[in-house]
């Protein structure tokens, strides 16, 4: 489906003391792909928020393949995995400068009311923009 990719550097407060990147810190990457990711479609995540819907991880798998250090610059690949309805699915691939693979992971966060806390249906002008461009 749709991917897009961003580079980011990482940082010294992002490592442990073997200058290896703290798997905590993953999901904060994959959450900045996926801020971008809606971005590219002209989406903002705030605006999303503000009326009314939130996006709560439910679900967050990740394979650990090599390490990243500080200061490696990596890219990080974000691929939307299924049509969203209620649910929407996300998966990852980060590369550092040498091409190769470090981590894969997926993640599935689920559409809700803000106001009710229930699940709800994906926002209908996500729908049409996802609908422009698979057309």
């Known amino acids: 489906m749709i991917s897009t990719k961003i580079q980011f550097r990482v940082r010294y407060g992002e490592t442990d003391q073997m200058s290896f990147v703290y798997h905590g810190n993953y999901a904060q990457y994959f959450e900045m ?20 819907i939130m996006l709560p991880v439910v679900s967050l798998n990740i394979n650990y393949i090599k390490s990243a250090k500080y200061d490696d610059l990596l890219t990080l690949k974000t691929t939307l995995l299924n049509k969203p309805l209620v649910k929407i699915k996300f998966g990852f691939e980060i590369y550092n400068e040498n091409n190769e693979l470090l981590t894969t992971a997926n993640v599935t966060l689920a559409f809700i009311n803000s106001l009710t806390k229930k699940p709800t249906r994906a926002p209908e002008y996500l729908l049409k923009r996802l609908d422009k461009i698979t057309i």
């Open 33 to 52: 792909g996926r801020i971008e990711w809606l971005r590219n479609l002209d989406i903002s995540y705030k605006k999303m928020e503000e009326s009314g």
